[in-house]
């Protein structure tokens, strides 16, 4: 029938994927630290789900957890929503035009950026997703001739994306650095892929 909206009737999202990282790892522990949140998060959005639905979705053991009949019937088709929906993301996910993203590196942080890139993918050969050039200056950003710069210190970075990172221990003695990129460019997968190849989150 065309004109009719359709409005899907869904628990809370954080709910659902909480569940479905509780589900998998039958630990709260570790579906937490997969989401970056406590414990206590992850045990708080279930029991909300639970209350939602009118059923339990886990028996809380001593020594951990097991899914009940209603949690191992809902498992595999939320896990495969999430696997979708992730595909999805990912199919229309920005992309460079030359499939590398080009990154200044501060001189400060590395002395040969080429032999860096190596150690940090601990490979003979560099990833092809990044070119390192060494320079943190920002004109080349700004300019375009870059797409991303690694340099020491906080910032400020008016109109940029800037992230805080725990450099890889290739880097060291330094410890920290920024992160710096064009905000249009910080969800694409050549970005994601170099921020973790560089270090974690500061």
């Not at 479905?20 to 997969?34: V, Y």
């Not at 210190?153 to 064009?182: I, K, R």
Request: glycine share 8%.
């Amino acid at each position: 029938m065309d004109g009719i909206l359709v409005s899907y009737r869904l628990p809370p999202l954080n709910g659902l994927r909480a569940f479905e990282a509780a589900g998998r790892h039958l630990s709260f522990k570790l579906a937490a630290q997969e989401l970056s949140v406590t414990p206590g998060a992850v045990s708080q959005q279930i029991k909300h789900l639970e209350q939602i639905l009118g059923v339990p979705l886990f028996q809380r053991m001593p020594r951990g957890l097991t899914l009940t009949g209603h949690g191992e019937a809902m498992l595999p088709t939320i896990s495969d929503a999430f696997e979708r929906m992730s595909a999805a993301a990912d199919a229309v996910a920005r992309t460079l035009p030359t499939k590398a993203l080009r990154l200044g590196v501060s001189p400060n942080l590395t002395d040969d950026p080429h032999g860096l890139l190596a150690k940090l993918a601990n490979t003979e050969q560099s990833p092809d997703y990044v070119l390192i050039t060494s320079t943190d200056d920002v004109a080349n950003l700004l300019s375009g001739a870059l797409d991303a710069i690694l340099r020491p210190g906080p910032g400020p970075y008016p109109g940029m994306h800037a992230e805080v990172l725990n450099l890889h221990q290739a880097f060291s003695p330094h410890a920290q650095a920024s992160l710096v990129v064009w905000p249009g460019l910080a969800k694409c997968r050549e970005f994601l892929k170099t921020r973790s190849l560089l270090g974690s989150p500061g």
